[in-house]
């Protein structure tokens, strides 16, 4: 089983649409996870930390349930600029030393 | 905001060859990482450094990979012969400290032909 699963997607949503992405990890003893937006051939670039007690950041809220070891985001009011892959990444360690990321969920937002 | 700053952002290379790319972490950083990502995939942890010395690597970091910090503004990766299965993105990324935000590099895009 991979260690953080994702479904790769392609989502496409219209422009002003709210989207949810999930992601379930193996390992029961990781630490900490983050959410993590990459563009087309970039660097990924942090876009969350996710808590147990939820974190919302403007249109971003990520969830972590750490009982069916899922992770989630969800994305309301979808912009254009929204459109990327967006990778659910675990740290194992919690030392923020190995980071294991997912394969990432695409998301196309259309007008 | 500073920047983790990667050279060259493409290097080609026959199989065989060695191969260094190179990295600048941001100044007050003491931890500092390389990753690849090859075309499709996932990102992938090759090895974290700290204090001087590898603190963590992963299977995919076999002997034919070293890294380096010559000179205390430098992080080198060092591919000694590279085969065809090299050919990635490989990124470094560096953190004032661990449980801290990762700062990541545009990459250098690695082929070997």
């Known amino acids: 089983r991979k260690e953080v699963e994702q479904d790769p997607g392609p989502f496409n949503v219209p422009e002003g649409a709210t989207v949810a992405f999930n992601c379930t990890y193996s390992?029961?003893?990781?630490?900490?996870f983050f959410w993590y937006r990459q563009d087309c051939r970039k660097e990924p670039k942090l876009l969350m930390s996710v808590y147990s007690s939820g974190n919302e950041d403007g249109r971003f809220t990520a969830q972590l349930n750490r009982a069916s070891q899922y992770i989630s985001l969800l994305i309301r009011d979808s912009k254009l600029s929204d459109s990327a892959t967006y990778l659910c990444v675990g740290d194992p360690t919690g030392g923020g030393n190995k980071l294991t990321f997912g394969t990432g969920t695409q998301l196309k937002v259309e007008l | 905001e500073p920047e983790v700053t990667q050279t060259p952002s493409h290097q080609v290379t026959q199989m065989g060859q060695e191969v260094i790319l190179r990295c600048v972490p941001i100044?007050?950083?003491?931890?500092f990482y390389w990753y690849r990502q090859i075309l499709g995939q996932k990102v992938e942890f090759l090895v974290s450094f700290y204090n001087n010395e590898i603190s963590e690597k992963s299977e995919i970091f076999d002997d034919q990979f070293s890294v380096e910090r010559p000179d205390g503004s430098n992080f080198t990766l060092k591919i000694r012969s590279t085969k065809l299965e090299d050919s990635a993105m490989y990124f470094c990324?560096?953190?004032?400290?661990?449980?801290?935000?990762?700062?990541f590099g545009s990459g250098t895009q690695l082929s070997v032909l």
């Open positions: 390992n029961s003893a990781s630490q900490s």
């Open positions: 100044s007050n950083h003491l931890y």
């Open positions: 990324a560096s953190g004032p400290a661990t449980n801290e935000k990762l700062f």
